[in-house]
């Protein structure tokens, strides 16, 4: 059974830095490409960035560009968000999210990458002073 | 970036009834769609993806189609546990990849 458990999340001021993480179990880790997806207090949901199953190939909504950096840690089956210059838009429940399949050579543009077929529970970061 | 529109924003049906939900992506998506189901305090639940393919484990009365801009949802006899946002998701034309805004299903 494929499980995703988000932790991290706190209350922080604006212009701080954040790190989520996000650990995974059951399944290859490595071999499917992962999401950040978030969801501010009442509001729909958002993509924030995607990584492919090895980690090389990262893609960003311009939205964190510049300020977010998504990873993986293949040997701790762990996907991770790097959050820095946070303001307050940036509230929300973030989610980590599986894709059904991977990148191919290092291209991510394909449709197997970008839609989820697992979520974790979330874990809310709430950016304020 | 490809815009997802919803409707309705709201959708009160009763239990038992049909439910048909609309999506409308502002630039074709051909059939690269997909539909989640979220309900108060839960993540998301991948529902139908490809326009019209069920997840593993959701049920046959939720069903699929569309094509290019147009999309729809149904839900042929609506059971309780199917009051719930909805929403729909394009992965065609990304990064990136966008959502609708949700459609709230409720009991009338």
């Known amino acids: 059974e494929v499980q995703l458990l988000e932790s991290g999340g706190v209350l922080v001021q604006p212009g701080g830095s954040l790190r989520l993480s996000c650990a995974a179990s059951?399944?290859?880790?490595?071999?499917?490409?992962m999401s950040w997806v978030r969801q501010a207090p009442g509001k729909g949901l958002e993509w924030v960035s995607v990584?492919?199953?090895?980690?090389?190939?990262?893609y960003y909504a311009d939205s964190v560009k510049g300020r977010f950096t998504i990873s993986r840690d293949i040997s701790n089956n762990t996907l991770y968000l790097q959050m820095n210059g946070l303001r307050a838009g940036d509230t929300a429940v973030y989610y980590c999210?599986?894709?059904?399949?991977?990148?191919?050579?290092?291209?991510?543009?394909?449709?197997?990458?970008?839609?989820?077929?697992?979520w974790g529970q979330g874990t809310l970061v709430t950016v304020s002073s | 970036e490809t815009v997802m529109t919803q409707s309705p924003a709201t959708l009160s049906v009763s239990p038992g009834e049909r439910a048909t939900l609309s999506c409308r992506a502002s630039?074709?998506?051909?059939?690269?769609l997909a539909w989640y189901q979220q309900k108060p305090g839960q993540a998301p639940r991948l529902l139908i993806y490809?326009?019209?393919t069920r997840a593993t484990g959701i049920p046959a009365r939720f069903s699929g189609g569309g094509f290019g801009t147009e999309f729809t949802l149904t839900i042929s006899s609506l059971q309780s546990e199917d009051f719930a946002v909805y929403y729909c998701?394009?992965?065609?034309?990304?990064?990136?990849?966008?959502f609708g805004q949700g459609t709230r299903l409720e009991i009338k």
């Open positions: 999210a599986k894709a059904p399949g991977d990148c191919t050579n290092g291209v991510c543009y394909g449709t197997e990458t970008a839609h989820f077929d697992s």
């Open positions: 059951g399944f290859a880790f490595s071999s499917y490409a």
């Open positions: 990584i492919s199953g090895s980690g090389g190939t990262t």
């Open positions: 630039e074709t998506v051909t059939s690269n």
């Open positions: 490809d326009t019209s």
């Open positions: 998701q394009q992965y065609s034309n990304w990064p990136p990849i966008t």
